[in-house]
Nanobody, 122 residues
Framework: VQLQASGGGLVQAGESLRLSCEAS????????IGWFRQAPGKEREWVSS???????SYEDSVKGRFVISRDNAKNTVYLQMNGLKPEDTAAYYC?????????????????WGQGTQVTVSS
């Protein structure tokens, strides 16, 4: 199983980025996919997740700015990030699992991708 996260970069506050998480080795459409982020010196925190039935949820600080979506034909989940703020700066990770009871909890996910760095300058 591989999850490949990409799309990070350096942007100015207010700009947008779209992260991608491409999966291989799993029957993708069965899986819940989560995005987490971790800033230096901080714990990993949940950002958003999308279930196999396209139900999405967001951490409060990103609601109205981030949109998660999935394309099962491409085995890919996207995180469109608009109105980026310096506090969004972090390494962003995608994670996957079939049964996710508590999507905000990292331990619910069995598969993780490598991080993609997002840096937002003020």
């Amino acid at each position: 199983v591989q999850l490949q996260a990409s799309g990070g970069g350096l942007v100015q506050a207010g700009e947008s980025l779209r992260l991608s998480c491409e999966a291989s080795g799993i029957t993708f459409h069965y899986y819940t996919i989560g995005w987490f982020r971790q800033a230096p010196g901080k714990e990993r925190e949940w950002v958003s997740s999308i279930t196999s039935t396209d139900s999405s949820s967001y951490e409060d600080s990103v609601k109205g700015r981030f949109v998660i979506s999935r394309d099962n034909a491409k085995n890919t989940v996207y995180l469109q990030m608009n109105g980026l703020k310096p506090e969004d700066t972090a390494a962003y990770y995608c994670a996957a699992d079939i049964v996710v009871q508590r999507p905000r909890e990292p331990h619910e996910y069995g598969y993780w991708g490598q991080g993609t760095q997002v840096t937002v300058s003020s």
